[in-house]
């Protein structure tokens, strides 16, 4: 039976994956806290969502001060939220040895500081009410290593790894833990990131609403990790299967052609 939550706080909401599960959310009646750094998007957001609850945080997830804020709020014990996706996160593009270092490490400190930090900040008050979830956005990429995206791939990895023990730890506390898997999701992420869309196949490509649907759909049937379409779901299991080596040579041929039609 599918759960509903009473309050749900969503990184990155302000855009694409992110914007979606708001959405989603707050049409079944859960009250949300958004959280990015583009204030105005989250306030033009909570406003064409009325009448849902929706408090906005402005933040910036790379920064320490402003990660302590939004940790502090997630343990706060009035206002508990019982849902936590930690969506926020951003990719770069290039041979590793020419990337700026400090953006390499802000990356981490986004993808996997951030969703670390804050997942600590809630779980106790989950563990203690014995109700709660928190949903990790990861991507497809965690499936192999990703040349030319070595971070992000590295990150998304540590994501899919981290979802599946917590998932464990926490087996018969009444939480949840899900690692959600998207492939190429139409949204500002490959802009951001600078990666062209090159050859990819219309076919590949989903929407966020269907990603986050999936991930709400996944986490009501208590799932630990779902690979939201049957194409990329299939492309995980075949990476699985093959030799390693093979799958990064796979995986960095189809990099350098994007690039180059980038
Ligand atoms: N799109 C894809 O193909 C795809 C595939 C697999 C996985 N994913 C994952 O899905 C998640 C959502 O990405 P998306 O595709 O929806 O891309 P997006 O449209 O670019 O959204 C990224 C969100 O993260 C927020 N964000 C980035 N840096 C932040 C920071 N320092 N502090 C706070 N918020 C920050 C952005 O908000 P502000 O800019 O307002 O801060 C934005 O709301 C990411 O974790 C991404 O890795 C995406």
């Given at each position: ?138 991507s497809l990429a965690a499936y192999q ?36 898997c998207p492939g190429f ?15 990819v196949p219309?076919g590949l490509w989903m929407?966020?609403?269907r990603v986050?649907?999936a ?10 990790l779902t690979i939201p379409g049957v194409v990329n779901a299939t492309a995980a299991a075949v990476s699985k299967v093959l030799?390693?080596?093979v799958t990064?040579?796979v995986v960095?041929?189809g ?8």
């Open positions: 039976m599918a759960p509903r939550w009473s309050r749900a706080l969503v990184t990155g909401a302000s855009s694409g994956i992110g914007e979606a599960f708001a959405r989603r959310l707050a049409a079944d009646g859960t009250e949300l806290v958004l959280v990015a750094r583009r204030g105005a998007r989250l306030r033009a957001l909570a406003a064409g969502l009325a009448p849902a609850a929706v408090e906005v945080v402005t933040a910036d997830l790379g920064e320490p001060s402003d990660l302590a804020r939004v940790e502090a709020r997630l343990a706060d014990a009035d206002r508990p939220v019982d849902l936590l996706v930690n969506n926020a996160g951003f990719g770069t593009s290039g041979p590793f040895a020419d990337l700026p270092a400090d953006r390499e490490e802000l990356q981490v400190r986004v993808n996997v500081v951030a969703p670390l930090r804050l997942a600590r900040a809630a779980l106790p008050g989950m563990r203690e009410r014995g109700r709660g979830a928190v949903v990790n956005v990861a290593p990703y040349p030319y995206g070595a971070t992000y791939g590295a990150t998304k990895a540590f994501l899919a790894s981290f979802s599946q023990a917590l998932h464990e730890e926490l087996r018969g506390s009444g939480v949840r833990v899900l690692a959600l999701t139409r949204t500002e992420f490959q802009q951001s990131a600078g990666v062209g869309t090159g050859p219309d929407s966020a609403d986050a649907a991930g709400l759909r996944a986490l009501s049937s208590g799932r630990v030799p390693a080596a990064r040579r960095a041929v990099a350098r052609r994007r690039r180059a039609g980038a």
